[in-house]
């Protein structure tokens, strides 16, 4: 076990102290709304010893600290996922009015760090406030995480969050602390990459007076001899400290991958404005073309980039197999299908089943779950589209939770050979309305075969359908002429590719449009 500020395992924090209380609070709510799944620690449990209380958390693997140490530095693509997840953390808080505080490499953590795409989880919770009440905090972590309005004191909100994360994108990237660790330096340092502070923070700040004199316009920073701390402190120099400019420093800095330099500066300098007010939100971060999730992933929907020779090569794993690879409450009770992108298996997990997939190849999994969350958001579980519950990691990789079902369609025609009309009609205004709800989102599903159509229940008097395996969805505006759908070799005993489920605009390397999955249906 280890304490929960030392970084990975499964946290154990000791002596609660009020803020520890506080602490518990939040995890608890933040539990109840599921945003373990939106990069934020899952909370197990509380419990007392003779120390003091305990909290557990999920079984993590090392710091953002470790990770660097280990691959230093990190390739911008991982750089990249980094940012996107700890930014939807961000905005998990924001949308509650709460400021982390206490943001830092070492607060960030790596689930399993030889898994790609990364996935990280945002940890301690401690220093965790209402924005409303950030003048509480007396000092926030180290001065070369400090933004210029928590050095100056001049009020701060939400985009401090912001600010130290640009902190860590720089640190991750370039290697080295884009800031010293003494509060005048660190001005001094923003002064020479960023620019000044803004005259409206300068005004504001009860410290501003230790650090800047008047001028004739404006303010001046003070001489490094007048700042009592700093006489007292032998000066290091700061490799950032040779540079005019952020940008200057970065292209120095940086000896690959110039292709992405240009959108990762860019985000950087916005993380990094000295305007708080002007500073990107989270939002505006998972937007930005640096992490946008159509413009990193453009390659998935390109032509002819549904299907690899790497996922060929995934043989299917037996209902055995895959119950050593779950964690232990889960228990595989029956293989469901084999699709094109994975396995789907029905489990019992304690007191409930569920179905969980298991894809054949990573490529696409962190895609299709953020896909599928989208769709949980938006209400689209109603609409005959699979109920995502949760992603799992396991030593095969992510693995999707969802809703339990009993058989596939497939199987479901070959138990009763020729279905009644009525449950044929069901079926198909089932199938449409699930269609109709991927069309309100610009989606086309692709891959609308019998192993993707899901029996809720067996019992039930009328077959109650959910279409599944969203690994193949595309945009409907990067749908392209000529584009291959519905290969189907991924499995033995599937063939390369059924004519069947084609469609005639495909053949005629037409247009490919909503009308794809519709001739599916039919």
């Given at each position: 076990?280890?304490?929960?500020?030392?970084?990975?395992?499964?946290?154990r924090?000791?002596?609660?102290?009020?803020?520890?209380?506080?602490?518990?609070?939040?995890?608890?709510?933040?539990?109840?709304?599921?945003?373990?799944?939106?990069?934020?620690?899952?909370?197990?449990?509380?419990?007392d010893?003779?120390?003091?209380?305990?909290?557990?958390?999920?079984?993590?693997?090392?710091?953002?600290?470790?990770?660097?140490?280990?691959?230093?530095?990190?390739?911008?693509?991982?750089i990249?996922?980094?940012?996107?997840q700890?930014?939807?953390?961000?905005?998990?808080?924001?949308?509650?009015?709460?400021?982390?505080?206490?943001?830092?490499?070492?607060?960030?953590?790596?689930?399993?760090?030889?898994?790609?795409?990364?996935h990280?989880?945002?940890?301690?919770?401690?220093?965790?406030?209402?924005?409303?009440?950030?003048?509480k905090?007396?000092?926030?972590?180290?001065?070369?995480?400090?933004?210029?309005?928590?050095?100056?004191?001049?009020?701060?909100?939400?985009?401090?969050?912001?600010?130290?994360?640009?902190?860590?994108?720089?640190?991750m990237?370039?290697?080295?602390h884009?800031?010293?660790?003494?509060?005048?330096?660190?001005?001094?340092?923003?002064?020479?990459?960023?620019?000044?502070?803004?005259?409206?923070?300068?005004?504001?700040?009860?410290?501003?007076?230790?650090?800047?004199?008047?001028?004739?316009?404006?303010?001046?920073?003070?001489?490094r001899?007048?700042?009592?701390?700093?006489?007292?402190?032998?000066?290091?120099?700061?490799?950032?400290?040779?540079?005019?400019?952020?940008?200057?420093?970065?292209?120095?800095?940086?000896?690959?991958?110039?292709?992405?330099?240009?959108?990762?500066?860019?985000?950087?300098?916005?993380?990094l404005d000295?305007?708080?007010?002007?500073?990107?939100?989270?939002k505006?971060?998972?937007?930005?073309?640096?992490?946008?999730?159509?413009?990193?992933?453009?390659?998935d929907?390109?032509?002819?980039?549904?299907?690899?020779?790497?996922?060929?090569?995934?043989?299917?794993?037996?209902?055995?197999?895959?119950?050593?690879i779950?964690p232990?409450?889960?228990?595989?009770?029956?293989?469901?299908?084999?699709?094109?992108?994975?396995?789907?298996?029905?489990?019992k997990?304690?007191?409930?089943?569920?179905?969980i997939?298991?894809?054949?190849?990573?490529?696409?999994?962190?895609?299709?779950?953020?896909?599928?969350?989208?769709?949980?958001?938006?209400?689209?579980d109603?609409?005959?589209?699979?109920?995502?519950?949760?992603?799992?990691?396991?030593s095969?990789?992510?693995?999707?939770?969802?809703?339990?079902?009993?058989?596939?369609?497939?199987?479901?025609?070959?138990?009763?050979?020729?279905?009644?009309?009525?449950?044929?009609?069901?079926?198909?205004?089932?199938?449409?309305?699930?269609?109709?709800?991927l069309?309100?989102?610009?989606?086309?599903?692709?891959?609308?075969?019998?192993e993707?159509?899901?029996?809720?229940?067996?019992?039930?008097?009328?077959?109650?359908?959910?279409?599944?395996?969203?690994?193949?969805?595309?945009?409907?505006?990067?749908?392209?002429?000529?584009?291959?759908?519905?290969?189907?070799?991924?499995?033995p005993?599937?063939?390369?590719?059924?004519?069947?489920?084609?469609?005639?605009?495909?053949?005629?390397?037409?247009?490919?449009?909503?009308?794809?999955?519709?001739?599916?249906?039919?």
């Amino acid at each position: 076990m280890f304490d929960q500020r030392l970084g990975s395992g499964c946290g154990r924090q000791a002596a609660l102290s009020h803020a520890g209380h506080q602490e518990i609070a939040l995890l608890q709510e933040l539990m109840e709304e599921r945003m373990d799944q939106q990069n934020i620690v899952r909370f197990i449990e509380v419990f007392d010893t003779r120390l003091g209380g305990a909290m557990v958390f999920e079984l993590l693997d090392m710091s953002l600290v470790g990770l660097v140490n280990k691959y230093n530095p990190l390739p911008l693509p991982d750089i990249f996922t980094i940012v996107q997840q700890v930014a939807t953390a961000l905005g998990v808080l924001r949308e509650r009015s709460l400021v982390h505080c206490d943001l830092k490499m070492d607060n960030v953590m790596v689930v399993n760090h030889s898994e790609r795409p990364l996935h990280v989880k945002l940890i301690d919770f401690g220093l965790t406030m209402p924005t409303s009440e950030t003048y509480k905090l007396l000092t926030v972590h180290h001065a070369m995480y400090r933004p210029p309005e928590v050095i100056l004191d001049s009020g701060w909100n939400e985009g401090l969050d912001v600010w130290c994360l640009g902190v860590m994108m720089s640190q991750m990237w370039l290697w080295f602390h884009l800031f010293p660790n003494v509060e005048y330096e660190v001005l001094r340092v923003m002064h020479k990459l960023l620019g000044p502070p803004p005259d409206l923070i300068l005004s504001k700040g009860s410290n501003t007076m230790k650090f800047y004199r008047p001028g004739p316009i404006g303010w001046d920073l003070r001489a490094r001899e007048d700042i009592k701390d700093c006489v007292k402190a032998k000066r290091e120099e700061n490799y950032s400290e040779s540079f005019a400019s952020l940008r200057e420093l970065a292209m120095d800095a940086v000896q690959e991958d110039k292709v992405n330099t240009e959108p990762a500066l860019d985000l950087l300098e916005k993380l990094l404005d000295m305007d708080m007010n002007n500073r990107i939100t989270p939002k505006q971060i998972l937007q930005h073309r640096a992490i946008c999730f159509e413009k990193r992933e453009a390659l998935d929907n390109s032509p002819n980039s549904d299907h690899s020779e790497e996922e060929d090569e995934h043989k299917p794993l037996t209902c055995l197999e895959i119950n050593d690879i779950l964690p232990e409450e889960y228990v595989v009770t029956t293989m469901l299908a084999l699709g094109k992108f994975g396995q789907f298996v029905k489990c019992k997990n304690i007191d409930k089943f569920v179905t969980i997939k298991v894809p054949h190849s990573n490529n696409r999994t962190q895609r299709e779950v953020r896909l599928l969350q989208k769709i949980l958001d938006a209400g689209m579980d109603h609409r005959n589209i699979v109920k995502f519950i949760d992603s799992i990691q396991t030593s095969h990789g992510t693995m999707l939770v969802m809703e339990s079902f009993d058989v596939n369609l497939s199987a479901y025609l070959d138990m009763y050979h020729a279905l009644p009309l009525g449950h044929i009609q069901t079926i198909v205004k089932q199938m449409a309305t699930a269609l109709q709800a991927l069309e309100c989102k610009s989606l086309i599903h692709t891959g609308v075969i019998p192993e993707n159509i899901f029996i809720c229940s067996l019992t039930a008097q009328s077959p109650r359908i959910k279409l599944a395996d969203f690994g193949s969805v595309i945009r409907k505006k990067k749908a392209k002429a000529g584009m291959r759908v519905q290969q189907l070799a991924t499995s033995p005993g599937v063939q390369e590719f059924n004519p069947h489920w084609g469609h005639t605009r495909k053949h005629l390397h037409l247009q490919s449009d909503r009308t794809i999955s519709q001739n599916q249906t039919g």
